[in-house]
């Protein structure tokens, strides 16, 4: 079936166990992959996700629908979250949707799909199965979408707080829910205590991303080289950038790197899960040599690691900057150290 946005964020909330498919396609792959991000939790933070790409499911079409049928190892919630899913994986679709059972649900991130394709024409036709187009939003709908995704946490806009959060994402529905949790953390919001969001919290945790200028500190905590990354935090300090972006983008870059970390355990190599869109150009070679010695553990160890440090930051007479600057450099040396 075809889904508006408020049916698919209800469903995937919800882990509707009506639904057994959600296939999430367009151009708008970020939003796609923050989308998912729902059913996961949803599914709980103990449930086992088993992670598929398309080229696995044309090999074999059947993997799809025993995966979802299957028993997870510890008897907990499972999900199964399928990636660069194309027309090739008509057949292992066809057979989940009709399988007789599929207790688990299975959510597809499919950038390259078209509308007029067989595999989107295939789930609009079940009524098992939603079906939702990902595209970036337009201008005119910036402030809307900023606002119902701050709504969903707490927080009440005000004045031109959405439009202001929206372009300091960049446009990235990820990048903007990101930031809207955060702030929502920092404010002590939540749909059942909802609070006014003012351009004053919003330059109190310093909600302006400018990665690009914080570009080279990442690269450095990333590539390992403590030395280099601190002469890059001297500079910043000195221009008067707050650490909470940079240790944001710090971790989205990890966690990208995760991602992609996880395809090459799959079997990707690593020359071609490099070449995908969440990859800048300018970066593959240096995303290249991060997956040869970033491990699953040492990321998620890092990933963590910045997020405390984030919350202890947001607290009340802690030395912010500094807490900041260990984390970055912890990060780095994590990098350094042997797989």
Not at 172 to 179: F, H
Not at 193 to 219: K, N, V
Request: net charge neutral; hydrophobic share 45%.
């Amino acid at each position: 079936m075809k889904a508006s946005a408020n049916q698919l964020r209800q469903a995937l909330d919800s882990a509707n166990p009506a639904i057994r498919f959600y296939l999430l396609h367009g151009p708008d792959e970020s939003g796609a992959r923050d989308l998912a991000l729902r059913l996961a939790r949803a599914m709980g933070p103990d449930a086992e996700r088993i992670d598929l790409d398309g080229a696995m499911l044309k090999g074999d079409p059947g993997r799809l629908a025993a995966e979802a049928a299957s028993l997870s190892l510890f008897g907990g919630a499972r999900h199964i979250r399928v990636t660069a899913l194309g027309e090739e994986s008509h057949d292992a679709i066809t057979i989940l949707l009709a399988a007789e059972q599929a207790g688990n649900p299975v959510v597809a991130i499919a950038p390259t799909l078209k509308s007029s394709g067989k595999v989107v024409k295939l789930t609009l036709a079940a009524g098992n199965a939603m079906s939702f187009a990902c595209y970036p939003p337009e201008a005119a709908d910036a402030d809307r979408l900023a606002a119902a995704i701050a709504g969903e946490h707490g927080l009440r806009t005000s004045g031109g707080t959405a439009g202001r959060l929206f372009a300091a994402s960049g446009g990235d529905r990820a990048v903007l829910t990101r930031e809207i949790e955060k702030i929502a953390l920092y404010l002590d919001a939540a749909p059942e205590r909802p609070t006014t969001l003012d351009d004053s919290a919003i330059d109190a945790i310093g909600a302006d991303l400018g990665e690009a200028e914080m570009a080279q500190a990442i690269d450095a905590a990333i590539a390992g080289d403590a030395a280099r990354l601190g002469g890059e935090l001297a500079r910043l300090n000195e221009a008067g950038v707050s650490p909470i972006p940079l240790m944001r983008g710090l971790v989205r870059r990890l966690m990208t790197l995760a991602e992609l970390q996880a395809e090459v355990a799959a079997g990707a190599a690593i020359a071609s899960v490099i070449e995908g869109p969440r990859v800048f150009f300018k970066e593959k070679a240096a995303t290249g040599r991060a997956l040869r010695h970033w491990t699953p553990k040492k990321l998620s160890g890092a990933i963590d690691h910045l997020r405390q440090a984030e919350r202890a930051i947001m607290s009340s007479a802690t030395a912010g900057q500094v807490l900041a600057e260990a984390a970055c450099l912890a990060v780095a040396r994590a990098g350094r150290s042997p797989r």
